[in-house]
């Protein structure tokens, strides 16, 4: 029987509150890289072992985008007000998209650095495709995270309760644009269907083939990885930002 990939019960949530932790704004490198090595245990130890094969390694991170997206914290717009007080629509749109760049691209040196290490160690090689698909992970957590907190400054905020806004969360980072809280059965779907997982899994094969940058020698991969996430996050955000501004000029809300 094949061991289970799918973080569930006290695993999901410990996993999940290790995301969520990793989504933080500023974070010490020191701490982001031992979350993402506590990352990597918690995955190992539920019985990951053949994540070389790019087929596990998809699903695993297919199935954990999916279980941890709920455990994502986004912040309301009131909320961001106090934590960015004095910034204008524009303005806390930039700082978001800023702070999540420069988070991603903490993430991509912490995974370089990790790898530098398991470099050394040959033995420990054996977990650098978990490494890999964790990593993965953290990232799209982070830009979660932000395109909830984006569509909250467009005054189209997600839909409430855990499982609903987490649907909608991947469905938007997975296709890279806006939810139209408009738009008949959002906040009704409580699943990924097998169209919006597929959509998911290909986006995640572009970002895993990305961060195979992190297993470059030694610090220059974490370099890369980090310069790689940074623009790939960043890019992520300004294109939202624009198909949100486009939506939201259509919508029937007051702009305050």
Request: hydrophobic share 45%.
């Amino acid at each position: 029987m094949e061991p289970d990939r799918t973080p569930s019960g006290a695993d999901g949530d410990e996993l999940g509150a290790t995301v969520a932790a990793l989504t933080a704004d500023d974070i010490a490198p020191a701490r982001r890289r031992q979350l993402l090595v506590r990352m990597v245990g918690q995955a190992r130890a539920r019985g990951i072992t053949d994540l070389f094969k790019p087929k596990a390694a998809l699903r695993w991170m297919t199935d954990t985008v999916a279980e941890v997206a709920p455990h994502v914290p986004i912040r309301d717009l009131a909320t961001l007000r106090r934590h960015f007080p004095g910034l204008d629509d524009d303005a806390l749109a930039d700082r978001l998209i800023r702070n999540a760049s420069r988070a991603t691209a903490g993430v991509g040196a912490a995974g370089g650095g990790v790898a530098a290490v398991e470099w050394a160690v040959t033995p420990t090689l054996l977990s650098a495709p978990v490494l890999l698909a964790a990593e993965t992970v953290a990232v799209v957590a982070i830009e979660l995270k932000l395109i909830g907190e984006l569509h909250e400054i467009h005054r189209m905020p997600l839909p409430t309760g855990g499982t609903a806004r987490a649907v909608a969360l991947v469905q938007s980072w997975a296709g890279q644009r806006g939810i139209n809280p408009m738009m008949p059965g959002v906040g009704v779907s409580a699943v990924l269907g097998t169209a919006a997982r597929r959509e998911l899994r290909d986006s995640l094969l572009r970002r895993f083939g990305r961060n195979l940058t992190t297993l470059g020698p030694f610090l220059t991969g974490a370099a890369v990885a980090g310069y790689l996430n940074r623009r790939a996050t960043r890019t992520l955000g300004e294109q939202l930002r624009k198909d949100l501004r486009h939506t939201a000029r259509g919508l029937p809300h007051k702009r305050g």
